[in-house]
């Protein structure tokens, strides 16, 4: 995915940037995409993946968990 700079939005200081305008400059970070943290509510195995939940919180100690 190409990102995108502030600079080439050409944005006043009145406007804001879309859900989708974000995504491009940050990447968007959520599970499927290998973004860094899974997002709240998040399906979480502590034995099979390394990612932590974006809220800080890591998975329960239970096999399967969800971020909360």
Request: positive net charge.
């Amino acid at each position: 995915m190409k990102k995108i700079s502030l600079k080439d939005l050409d944005l006043n200081v009145n406007e804001f940037l879309s859900k989708e305008q974000l995504k491009n400059i940050l990447g968007g970070i959520d599970y499927s995409s290998g973004g860094s943290c899974l997002k709240k509510g998040a399906s979480c195995n502590h034995n099979a993946t390394s990612k932590k939940c974006c809220s800080g919180l890591v998975c329960e100690s239970s096999e399967y968990s969800v971020c909360v």
